[in-house]
């Protein structure tokens, strides 16, 4: 198959197919069989014809659909190149339509993820990026945002009594509301990745040790959490940053408690939980100080279906007077053989005690993992991850930093401009202000023909 795309597809296509139709203004869409003069002789030909700004560049795009022989194919690529076409260069085809505004840059980045993927997991991962699911949420996120910004720039022209001054406090709400879409652009991000990609940390424990509180103090999502057992009943993911790890951290999962008496919605929770928990690289087994290891977590812990994935003792809420200590509780609570040598890191998640000790203890055993795996493993995953997440996490600093200064009443001209640089991360993530040699290195990865 030879593919053409621009301006003058319609003049070669003309002199290579004389019998083909062409309509008043150019090319007609269509598929029609024909014959393919390559300058010595003809061969068969199905021609699917696309003209613009309906095709997949927005230019006219023709397809050239010929016989397998390596001789007659070079002879007709010869003879489109003789007649002014030239070779693609890598991802060029993928690259007209970003510049032709027919997708944006994080669907062209699925487009390579998709043609990059090796199995079924980074494939799924690679259609949600090119289907729009984060491009859709940036760009959501990047409207609100503009207005924003022209609701603090509009408020410049008013005194703070008069009829078109805008409240801080309305500010403040949607300032708000856009930096919760951003950590959950993120958390998508996080959830799409391939397990070739970021390391699989999942939180395991009984109902109400304390998962959720450790969740919110490690990763980039917030996790409702109560005093009440269960109040997680799905699956939450958030990124856990850890420095030299691929992707600049890892996937840490919070799962609704180990409990085998549930029933119902709660019993369905429980189900998802346990593919996520068996597909892990990481287990923290969180346990209650004042209580220990209690039934559920000590059946995972010998569940053969787990017994072979790493894992690490999180001793929460150490810092309560009732705290009794890992090594005893072990001693008292586990059967001979259940988890002997299970390494134990004392925290207290409420107030971040023990948590970089936990972070150092978990990247220490990723990194070896990841380096024992070798190089090459979702290459093009991580290198996309590490740059949307560099920019969602730009865009989410300077809508902080606006808020701090909503907060301290400072001029709305500041604020204005706080928000304007988090608009340009965005546009960033996008493609709208995308540097040359940046996007040169995306397209650079793509294979010929795409």
Known sequence: MI??????????????????????????????????DDGIGTQPVLVLTMPGPASYTREDVVEFHLPGSAPLLQRALERVL??????????????????????????AEGVLALVEASDDAERRAAIGLLSGGLGGRVH???????????????????????????????????????????????SFEVRRQPPSTLARVVLVGEPNAGKSTLFNALGTQQALTSEHAGTTRDLLYALWKLEGLDGGGCRLCDTPGLDAETRGVDRTAQERARKEIEGADLHLVVADARRGLEGGTRANLS??????????????????????KPEVRDAEDLEAGEARGLEWVEVSAL??????????????????????????????????????????????????????????????????????????????LEGRTTAEDLLDRIFARFCLGK
């Open 351 to 428: 107030e971040g005690q023990g948590l970089a000790q936990l972070g150092a203890r978990v990247g220490a055993r990723l990194s070896a993992e990841q380096g024992s795996r070798g190089a090459g493993v979702g290459d093009v995953g991580r290198f996309l991850f590490a740059r949307h997440r560099a920019a969602l996490e730009r865009a989410g600093a300077e809508l902080s930093r606006a808020r701090d200064e909503l907060l301290a009443r400072v001029p709305l001209d500041l604020v204005a401009q706080g928000l304007r640089q988090g608009l340009a991360a965005l546009d960033d």
């Open 82 to 107: 003789a007649l002014g076409a030239r070779a693609a260069v890598p991802g060029e085809f993928t690259r007209r339509a970003f510049l032709n505004g027919r997708i944006d840059l994080s669907r």
């Open 3 to 36: 593919r053409l795309s621009g301006p003058e597809v319609g003049a070669i296509v003309g002199r290579v197919v004389p019998g083909i139709a062409m309509a008043a203004g150019g090319l007609q869409r269509g598929a029609v069989l024909e014959r393919f």
């Open 140 to 186: 959501g996120i990047r409207e609100q945002l503009a207005d924003l910004c022209s609701l603090c720039e509009a408020g410049l022209d008013f005194e703070e009594e008069d009829t078109g001054s805008v409240p801080y406090e309305e500010l403040e709400a949607r300032l708000d509301a856009l930096r919760a879409a951003l950590r959950e652009a993120l």
């Open 303 to 324: 569940d053969p279906r787990t017994r072979d994935i790493p894992k690490l003792g999180v001793w929460n809420q150490c810092d309560r007077p009732d705290a009794g």
